[in-house]
């Protein structure tokens, strides 16, 4: 050890070097989700602005809001009549997911202090899949890591998102069906999920309460029945997939 | 919408999202035990949600008026057989996105 430091410098040395290693050690493992959040968010940005909406809205709700479906449908709320009630209430229906994602980070945010603000506020599809399957490295802290991922993903986000907008205007082609991006991704997501045999039945009974539901109250009026539908379905599967599909 | 009614929207949105996110750590936080059936919820509902997230997104759509809903359907398969074969969820979702506006706007016109 080098006795002419000051009894300072290294803890702060420390400190520096383990967020510089954090986010070294993140990096890497973020790159398909940068890919990804710089083309959906140019998609939404350029979405967002064909509405009328500049750059710098792009950029508010990229920051604030952070999160890819219901950043689309937020178009449409955003050209439909002011409603904040029943956005509310369609914000906590189309983000319901998010709320057992948290129940499944309940253990391993334990004891994470300060940080676990920002980190539940960035719990998006794809970062808690990075969370689930990256193991952190041995020498770096659990939180700073997962906050690394967290602020990462956020930074491409809200690139991608205030890039869409910018351009948006200045594109020449025609972006007429460019929201299809939410469809294709929740379809893609469904056929590797679909690779797992356990997830099937949850899928289909998805599928079938949601298209009744549409059928029956609307496009308008569907989505609440539908979520209790499909809640309905599942408790009553519970044995039956408990049975061959899960462990308990 | 005006100006400030955008700006209370925009939060409204971002209040409920981070809502969603937090619950389950205000409903439990350290120490209390989760019951078995909201864990049980927690393994099969991602599924089901996203299945529900595809219908959501196709909502617009009418099977029994031209264009029957065949752009859709059209880039849904692609899209599908595309992530079947080849796993590259960003080909799949560009690939898909290309058809579809390619159809909307050059086919089903």
């Given at each position: 050890?080098?006795?002419?430091?000051?009894?300072?410098?290294?803890?702060?040395?420390?400190?520096?070097?383990?967020?510089?290693?954090?986010?070294?050690?993140?990096?890497?493992?973020?790159?398909?989700?940068?890919?990804?959040?710089?083309?959906?968010?140019?998609?939404?940005?350029?979405?967002?602005?064909?509405?009328?909406?500049?750059?710098?809205?792009?950029?508010?709700?990229?920051?604030?809001?952070?999160?890819?479906?219901?950043?689309?449908?937020?178009v449409?709320?955003?050209?439909?009549?002011?409603?904040?009630?029943?956005?509310?209430?369609?914000?906590?229906?189309?983000?319901?997911?998010?709320?057992?994602?948290?129940?499944?980070?309940?253990?391993i945010?334990?004891?994470?202090?300060?940080?676990?603000?920002?980190?539940?506020?960035?719990?998006?599809?794809?970062?808690?899949?990075?969370?689930?399957?990256?193991?952190?490295?041995?020498?770096?802290?659990?939180?700073?890591?997962?906050?690394?991922?967290t602020?990462?993903?956020?930074?491409?986000?809200?690139?991608?998102?205030?890039?869409?907008?910018?351009?948006?205007?200045?594109?020449?082609?025609?972006t007429?069906?460019?929201?299809?991006?939410?469809?294709?991704?929740?379809?893609?997501?469904?056929?590797?999920?679909?690779?797992?045999?356990?997830?099937?039945?949850?899928?289909?009974?998805?599928?079938?309460?949601?298209?009744?539901?549409?059928?029956?109250?609307g496009?308008?009026?569907?989505?609440?029945?539908?979520?209790?539908?499909?809640?309905?379905?599942?408790?009553?599967?519970?044995?039956?997939?408990?049975?061959?599909?899960?462990?308990? | 919408?005006?100006?400030s009614?955008?700006?209370?929207?925009?939060?409204?949105?971002?209040?409920?999202?981070?809502?969603?996110?937090?619950?389950?750590?205000?409903?439990?936080?350290?120490g209390?035990?989760?019951?078995?059936?909201?864990?049980?919820?927690?393994?099969?509902?991602?599924?089901?949600?996203?299945?529900?997230?595809?219908?959501?997104?196709?909502?617009?759509?009418?099977?029994?008026?031209?264009?029957?809903?065949?752009?859709?359907?059209?880039a849904?398969?692609l899209?599908?057989?595309?992530?079947?074969?080849?796993?590259?969820?960003?080909?799949?979702?560009?690939?898909?996105?290309?058809?579809?506006?390619?159809?909307?706007q050059?086919?089903?016109?």
């Amino acid at each position: 050890m080098d006795e002419t430091q000051s009894p300072h410098s290294e803890p702060e040395r420390e400190l520096s070097s383990s967020w510089a290693a954090a986010f070294q050690a993140a990096f890497p493992h973020t790159i398909a989700v940068m890919t990804g959040y710089l083309f959906m968010g140019m998609a939404f940005g350029i979405l967002l602005q064909s509405q009328g909406y500049s750059q710098w809205w792009a950029l508010f709700m990229s920051v604030v809001i952070y999160a890819g479906a219901m950043q689309f449908v937020a178009v449409d709320v955003l050209t439909s009549p002011f409603a904040p009630f029943s956005a509310f209430i369609l914000t906590l229906m189309v983000n319901a997911r998010h709320v057992f994602y948290g129940f499944s980070l309940l253990d391993i945010f334990k004891g994470f202090g300060r940080l676990k603000g920002y980190l539940i506020f960035g719990l998006t599809d794809e970062t808690f899949s990075l969370i689930c399957s990256v193991p952190p490295p041995p020498a770096i802290p659990r939180d700073r890591f997962y906050l690394a991922l967290t602020i990462l993903d956020h930074i491409y986000w809200i690139s991608g998102c205030t890039l869409g907008a910018f351009l948006g205007s200045r594109l020449s082609f025609n972006t007429r069906g460019i929201d299809f991006v939410m469809t294709a991704l929740f379809v893609a997501i469904l056929v590797e999920q679909w690779r797992q045999k356990r997830n099937r039945p949850p899928a289909l009974a998805g599928l079938a309460a949601t298209g009744l539901c549409l059928f029956l109250f609307g496009p308008e009026n569907f989505i609440l029945p539908a979520m209790a539908l499909v809640v309905l379905l599942l408790i009553l599967g519970r044995s039956f997939m408990e049975g061959r599909f899960l462990e308990r | 919408m005006s100006f400030s009614q955008a700006i209370i929207t925009v939060l409204v949105i971002a209040a409920g999202t981070l809502a969603t996110r937090a619950l389950a750590f205000l409903l439990f936080p350290a120490g209390r035990a989760v019951p078995s059936c909201i864990s049980y919820l927690g393994k099969v509902l991602p599924s089901a949600t996203i299945a529900l997230l595809i219908v959501y997104c196709v909502k617009h759509v009418e099977p029994l008026e031209p264009p029957y809903g065949l752009a859709e359907l059209a880039a849904i398969i692609l899209v599908a057989v595309l992530q079947h074969f080849f796993k590259i969820m960003l080909l799949s979702i560009i690939a898909g996105t290309a058809a579809y506006m390619l159809l909307l706007q050059w086919v089903f016109v």
